[in-house]
Nanobody, 127 residues
Framework: QVQLVESGGGLVQAGGSLRLSCAVS????????MAWFRQALGKEREFVGAVKRSFGSPSYADSVKGRFTVSRDNGKNTWTLQMNNLKPEDTAVYYC????????????????????WGQGTRVTVSS
């Protein structure tokens, strides 16, 4: 049974940093595409960043490029999102996701690409 559990969310002032973690069980991290999405109140789920399986450069949303970094710790089977220079518009519930397929780069940004999701962790950025 595949489970994804996010942690690390919280309240931070604008300009601050947070590191989100996604502990994955039931699936070997390096063998699957992984992603982070977020959903602000009243808005649709939005792509943040992703990587295809165990190789290739990460893809990022333009809104977070240069501020957010995704990474894998294959030894711990953990997927992380380092968020720096946070802005109030980054406030959202953040979700990690994994795909059992082999998505092409363009499909990494689509929520429907992913078959397993975590429960989400809330990030609030105050101005």
């Amino acid at each position: 049974q595949v489970q994804l559990v996010e942690s690390g969310g919280g309240l931070v002032q604008a300009g601050g940093s947070l590191r989100l973690s996604c502990a994955v069980s039931g699936r070997t991290l390096s063998s699957y595409a992984m992603a982070w999405f977020r959903q602000a109140l009243g808005k649709e789920r939005e792509f943040v960043g992703a990587v295809k399986r165990s190789f290739g450069s990460p893809s990022y949303a333009d809104s977070v490029k240069g501020r957010f970094t995704v990474s894998r710790d294959n030894g711990k089977n953990t997927w992380t999102l380092q968020m720096n220079n946070l802005k109030p518009e980054d406030t959202a519930v953040y979700y990690c996701a994994t795909s059992s397929g082999s998505p092409i780069t363009s499909s990494l940004r689509c929520p429907s690409t992913y078959d397993k999701w975590g429960q989400g962790t809330r990030v609030t950025v105050s101005s």
